[in-house]
């Protein structure tokens, strides 16, 4: 098995931004990600205050003359920089700014090994005086909100959190519409499953920033189902009841692993990981048995994790590089606002990578016209029968 070059989002912001930095894949295939709503304690002013990717996110080859380089700050959660998912997606943003000469050769990260590093993270950038501080994640709010509101004139921006109108507003929160493009996923895996059964789990259960891929994961085989008559089930997360199957962490590749093959002990041939660097644990365990698909999320994992590729099924993205490399942007540009940047999939802000070369064609057609309903919104992910 190998993957198709096709991609099945159309993120032409992305597009812009690879093209730009020469980052793009050597054999021809081409990288997008699509947006849509995901949801965050804020979700109901998101709705009615986002500004949306595609009005926000045009990107550039290089810097305009009159814009000078900003230092790009950014504060990990605790997968590390070089987690092949959260972190180093959100971190190629500020690397992608470097290359257009967006921000500063000096731009940095610091790499947060525990909850009480976020502050401490948080001042040294502070202290260094950078002019953009990105803290990446859910777990991040508490503390950038407290640092935020200290320090009212210095930008920041947090990735997959935003704040209620009034507690932080001087904070930027890119919010990600991951259920959208997890629905494809599902919608997918029901129709490769030979054992009619697939999975789904989490690392930490953090309301929508974890939970949107798996409730669209569910709704997605949901909808296979209403389409084709069939009776797939997933296992690890009931939306309804908000009950499922988590690690706790993000970090241990065995845990990983171990609910996996418990998965697989109940039938699953399909597994869909939403715990960043865990989920690599799947990905060892389904080459090893060589009948078991793997979901990627954040990242495609067939450029990240490509030693996984016979197994891999696809991935569904998160645009975090361009939310990072668009407030960079705008810092630079003088015209950073905070507030809630919403980036959804009519926006082609995340969406479905690459997917297997061994996926039937008309299974593939089949998603790709699954797309274009939702982002024309005549497909509303939940709106499925339960089964």
Same mark, same amino acid.
């Given at each position: 098995?190998?993957? %198709? ?6 993120? *032409? +912001? =992305? ?8 980052? @793009? ?54 997968? *590390? ?6 972190? $180093? ?12 000469? #967006? ?9 947060? $090994?525990? &909850?009480?590093?976020? $502050? ?28 935020? %509101? ?16 009034? /507690? ?21 895996? &029901? ?10 789990? @989490? ?9 949107? !891929?798996?409730?669209? !994961? ?6 296979? %189902? ?36 418990? !998965? ?21 365990? &389904? #080459?090893? #048995?060589?009948?078991?698909? +793997?979901? @990627? +999320?954040?990242?495609?994992? !067939? ?7 016979? $197994? ?9 590089? /361009? ?14 606002? @905070? ?16 997917? %297997? ?12 016209? #699954? =797309? ?12 499925? &029968?339960?089964?």
């Amino acid at each position: 098995m190998k993957r %198709n070059a096709r991609y099945l989002a159309l993120l *032409g +912001v =992305l597009v812009l931004v690879i093209a730009a930095c020469g980052d @793009g894949a050597d054999d021809g295939t081409t990288t997008t990600a699509e947006a849509e709503g995901t949801t965050t304690t804020a979700e109901a002013e998101a709705e009615e205050t986002a500004t949306t990717a595609e009005a926000e996110a045009t990107t550039t080859t290089e810097a305009p003359p009159s814009v000078e380089a900003i230092t790009a700050c950014q504060v990990t959660d605790t997968g *590390g920089i070089d987690d092949k998912s959260f972190n $180093q997606t959100a971190w190629k943003g500020v690397t992608d700014a470097i290359d257009a000469g #967006l921000a500063t050769a000096d731009s940095d990260f610091l790499e947060s $090994q525990s &909850a009480t590093d976020y $502050q401490p993270n948080i001042q040294a950038f502070l202290d260094k005086g950078c002019d953009l501080i990105i803290t990446v994640g859910f777990l991040l709010g508490a503390d950038t909100e407290t640092m935020a %509101n200290a320090n009212p004139d210095q930008h920041f921006q947090i990735i997959d959190f935003a704040y209620e109108p009034g /507690v932080a507003d001087s904070v930027q929160g890119a919010v990600f519409g991951t259920t959208d493009a997890a629905f494809l996923a599902g919608y997918l895996a &029901a129709g490769v499953t030979e054992t009619g059964i697939v999975a789904t789990y @989490g690392g930490i259960q953090i309301p929508c920033a974890v939970t949107c !891929f798996m409730d669209g !994961f569910v709704y997605g085989v949901r909808y296979y %189902n209403e389409v084709n008559g069939t009776d797939v089930q997933t296992l690890g997360w009931n939306p309804e009841d908000e009950t499922g199957v988590f690690t706790g962490d993000f970090e241990d590749l065995a845990k990983g692993r171990a609910v996996t093959q418990s !998965f697989v002990d109940e039938g699953a041939d399909v597994i869909l990981p939403v715990a960043g660097p865990v989920g690599e644990g799947s990905a060892a365990l &389904a #080459l090893e #048995l060589g009948d078991v698909w +793997v979901i @990627g +999320v954040d990242a495609d994992w !067939f450029e990240t994790l490509p030693q996984y590729e016979a $197994q891999i099924l696809s991935s569904v993205l998160k645009g975090l590089d /361009v939310a990072v490399f668009t407030a960079i942007r705008e810092v630079a540009e003088g015209t950073f606002e @905070g507030g809630t940047r919403l980036y959804a999939i009519a926006e082609d802000g995340v969406g479905l990578g690459a997917i %297997n070369d061994d996926v039937p064609q008309p299974l593939q057609d089949e998603v790709a016209a #699954l =797309l274009e309903s939702l982002k024309e919104g005549s497909i509303v992910p939940g709106d499925q &029968a339960l089964s």
